[in-house]
């Protein structure tokens, strides 16, 4: 790892991901730890998962990564649901 991790890796890396045109993602939380930047969340999708992996090691490809991105299973629902 050549790039420093301090705060201002973590606001690019942040920044990175809720201003970025097709993510706009606010879900993820990252963590400094002394061997790497560390990315938890959740996302609606592998594929979103896959693309922030991309955009984060492309931005930053000298920092050593964690990813910690879980999907969430969330679908449409299969049948109405009755209110009484």
Partial sequence: MNQTLDEYTEAEVQRLLTEHPSLGEQGITLTRREHCLTLTGEVESAERR?????????ALPDVDLCWDIGIIRAGAPTEHEELT
């Fill in 50 to 58: 896959d693309e922030i992996v991309r955009l984060v090691n492309e």
